[in-house]
């Protein structure tokens, strides 16, 4: 992702929506919106790579909830668009402040909105890090091609309902035409790939940044996967011809990581159709089935196995941000927060609790809690971003997990993965996940959510000296019963604190939660 978290691979933070010319993606859904419930985008575009544009037409397929005088779609004013037709017959239209309105009146249920349009697309100035094309050339002078849309959304290249809220039901065509000799990388199943014309889709919902394609002089190297459920699932890494012998072993790595997120996640989500990897000149990005990758090979040892951080963050967002997707970007954690923490379980299958442990020791002193995680509602992705969603929001995972132990924790996390209501067409929440869990523990984890999700005060501990040998230890800011760990009298052992506290015998001052599965404050009196 361009927001990969700096203190997880060294060197990639992203500023949010960086780009003026991107207007901003998600915030409060437009009524003119609400009404549409998108079904299926069709996108069939010349890229003239020389002149820097792109041509031709996309069909939006909608379902009206009511009557409507207004159709509303998304799209940046960088685009001339020729015409318009809804239901096969021409329509009125106006096109600025990157909005295309459709005006007429059309009853409830199916509608197709046809745009023929053209112009050049914004330019990513620094790939990942913002959005936009990508021309570059390859080592060896070959046309290379990257697109990077998650600040901006579809709209940067083609006229969508630009929400989280909605994804097309139905999935997407993409048909993406090239000079001779390039190779078009995309989402889903490759159609057909004639003439330089390669038509991709995919019949899975998909959000809008993941719709995108990577040009290049590339080969395809390919293996088979086995689900964790048993389906045959083809890997396919879209690689410069000039690195195919790298291939086989990236795709050896993600093999192994797709069997250790299975084990925590359930089966990978897209079984229908490929697990994808391409190779981009900025360093990576989830888009679905078809990430890019962009670490030029470059390894670190787990478990005395060659390992990519990068590609491993990235293959997750498969789980935490395409299949169980927030509507809003105010919950935007779920998506950067699980999936961080997914990448410590990687740590925890191949070297063990201590290992895993270390990494959320290690990472407390780099959260700035400056912000709440949830910010609040309708937020736009430019707003709801900031770097702790990756650190405290993997860190409250942690914390989860302690506080419900391991045989409640788990099997829910699966639940929330796999779970229809939570999954593809149906967005999730932040209040998704409380109520999920908090059904799992039998008890209201609001208190505990609020805390570490909605404001940035950190758990308080109070440890109060009553006499030369005894110690009063409670909470001071939570109305609920925790597990914490204490150390009194040369022994570590589990106490349930609440505001009214235990007390523990210890001729030293006892020590708190040492192993830190809290952000905390110990207050001693």
Not at 177 to 205: F, M, Q
Request: with cysteine.
């Amino acid at each position: 992702m361009r927001k990969y978290l700096l203190f997880i691979f060294p060197g990639l933070l992203a500023a949010a929506a960086a780009d003026a010319q991107a207007p901003a993606y998600g915030g409060k859904l437009k009524p003119e919106q609400a009404n549409m419930d998108i079904l299926h985008y069709t996108i069939d575009l010349a890229l003239d790579i020389p002149g820097r544009r792109v041509s031709g037409y996309a069909v939006v397929a909608m379902r009206l909830k009511e009557p409507a005088p207004v159709l509303l779609l998304d799209l940046m004013d960088s685009f001339a668009v020729a015409a318009v037709t809804v239901n096969g017959k021409a329509a009125a239209f106006t096109h600025d402040h990157h909005e295309l309105r459709v005006t007429g009146s059309w009853p409830a249920g199916p509608v197709a909105v046809k745009v023929v349009y053209s112009g050049r697309p914004m330019i990513a100035r620094r790939p990942p890090w913002d959005d936009g094309f990508t021309f570059t050339t390859d080592s060896t002078g070959h046309p290379w091609v990257a697109v990077t849309a998650e600040g901006t959304g579809g709209k940067l290249y083609f006229p969508c309902k630009d929400h989280p809220s909605d994804e097309p039901d139905e999935g997407v065509d993409l048909t993406i035409r090239v000079p001779r000799g390039l190779v078009v990388a995309g989402p889903g199943l490759l159609v057909d790939a004639k003439k330089g014309a390669y038509h991709w889709r995919t019949g899975y919902p998909i959000n809008n940044y993941s719709i995108v394609f990577n040009v290049g002089d590339y080969t395809v190297v390919s293996r088979e996967y086995t689900t964790v459920e048993g389906n045959r699932v083809p890997m396919q890494f879209y690689v410069l011809r000039e690195h195919a012998g790298r291939a086989a072993h990236q795709l050896d790595m993600l093999a192994h990581m797709a069997q250790i997120k299975e084990k925590y996640f359930g089966e990978y989500p897209w079984v229908k159709e490929k697990i994808g990897l391409v190779e981009t000149p900025h360093l990576g990005m989830e888009h679905q089935t078809m990430n890019a990758y962009g670490n030029r090979f470059r390894y670190t040892l787990i478990g005395g196995q060659d390992f990519d951080g990068l590609m491993n963050h990235e293959f997750g967002h498969e789980w935490w941000g395409n299949k169980v997707t927030a509507g809003d970007w105010a919950d935007y954690w779920i998506h950067e927060g699980i999936g961080t923490f997914g990448d410590a379980l990687y740590t925890r299958d191949m070297e063990g609790e201590a290992a895993y442990e270390k990494i959320f020791q290690r990472d407390i002193p780099r959260i700035k809690n400056d912000k709440p995680i949830v910010l609040g509602k309708n937020i736009a992705e430019e707003e709801a971003y900031h770097p702790d969603i990756y650190p405290k929001g993997a860190f409250f995972m942690h914390t989860l997990r302690y506080v419900l132990g391991d045989s409640i924790f788990f099997p829910t996390l699966k639940h929330l993965s796999t779970d229809s209501n939570t999954t593809y067409s149906h967005t999730a929440s932040t209040e998704d996940v409380q109520r999920l869990f908090s059904t799992a523990a039998g008890r209201d984890l609001s208190p505990l959510f609020h805390l570490y999700l909605y404001t940035t005060d950190k758990l308080e501990v109070s440890v109060k000296q009553l006499d030369t040998t005894h110690w009063l230890v409670r909470l001071l800011n939570i109305d609920m019963p925790l597990p914490m760990e204490i150390t009194a009298g040369g022994e570590t052992g589990t106490k349930i604190l609440d505001k009214k506290g235990v007390t523990v015998v210890s001729a030293a001052m006892p020590l708190v939660d040492t192993r830190s599965f809290y952000l905390k404050k110990v207050i001693y009196e």
